[in-house]
């Protein structure tokens, strides 16, 4: 079960797709629909039960499963109208994802700032339950169409570390929601040195929600903030990792993200050994 993100080896005809991930033996997947597939013209309104299964039974052809669907909106766009197109298109994932048998449908938890990045207001209270309201919109019509959510923490977003990423759970109270384990996204230049304690605790306080991980790695730029090598090769204690996941999540899908052709199979070799696959 060690995938990757599709639209990291960069074909955008779904059969060539298909055929090139069973090449490199990767048989699950986090599909991103408007940067994996660009030889259908696919746009808000466009999705269809046919074009799901098109783009399926393509992926089917080499036994090939989305664990994750990537709907990567900013669900506390300052922008209204902005905000309203992004919950349009994350719910028109919810209605076709069934169609495309994907586990859940991904996104992470946005910020208030222009350019998408880290302001304080982030991570106020103000935010967290402007946030809240709209996971609860999308959450309740996930439930109605009878799959799941999938929340990424990022550590400059609105949800942003595991005491947060637990808060939202327990306020959600859904069992419709899961999290996608991104271990680099709870670290920072400030907090890296401590993650064997971040990642603990959140295993500790919600390891029985986590339904997927990512896989990258970094290292400290000379500004302080944290750089992304190919996963294994960085600071990251990927081997306390495997401890944990082994332990208490074995066989679930391991995702590399950011690892292009050239590195799949040499960094693919590498978590097998690290986690014992």
């Not at 449908?105 to 967290?128: A, F, K, M, Q, R």
């Not at 690892?259 to 040499?266: A, I, L, W």
Request: proline share 4%; glycine share 6%; hydrophobic share 35%.
């Amino acid at each position: 079960m060690i995938g990757m993100r599709a639209h990291d080896l960069d074909y955008g005809d779904i059969e060539v797709l298909s055929e090139k991930l069973a090449q490199y033996d990767k048989r699950t997947i986090q599909f991103a629909l408007l940067k994996s597939v660009t030889n259908v013209n696919i746009k808000d309104g466009s999705f269809s039960p046919g074009l799901a299964r098109y783009i399926k039974n393509a992926l089917d052809k080499n036994g090939i499963s989305i664990s994750v669907l990537g709907c990567y909106i900013n669900p506390v766009n300052p922008d209204p109208e902005a905000r309203k197109k992004e919950i349009a298109r994350f719910k028109e994932h919810i209605k076709y994802a069934r169609f495309l048998g994907a586990d859940m449908i991904g996104t992470e938890t946005g910020s208030v700032s222009p350019d998408g990045l880290y302001c304080p207001y982030n991570h106020s209270e103000e935010n967290y339950q402007d946030f809240l309201s709209v996971a609860r919109e999308l959450v309740d019509y996930a439930k109605e169409m009878g799959v799941c959510v999938g929340i990424e923490a990022v550590t400059f977003f609105t949800i942003h570390s595991p005491e947060t990423m637990k808060r939202m759970l327990d306020d959600l109270d859904s069992a419709n929601v899961f999290v996608i384990f991104d271990p680099m996204n709870y670290l920072n230049g400030e907090n890296y040195k401590n993650q064997r304690e971040i990642f603990k605790k959140a295993f500790d306080l919600y390891g029985d929600r986590i339904a997927v991980v990512h896989c990258k790695d970094f290292i400290v730029g000379e500004d302080g903030n944290l750089q992304y090598v190919l996963p294994t090769e960085g600071l990251m204690d990927y081997e306390y990792l495997a401890e944990l996941i082994n332990e208490h999540k074995p066989h679930i899908p391991l995702l590399l993200e950011e690892v292009k052709e050239k590195d799949v199979e040499r960094i693919t070799q590498k978590i097998k050994k690290v986690f014992g696959r």
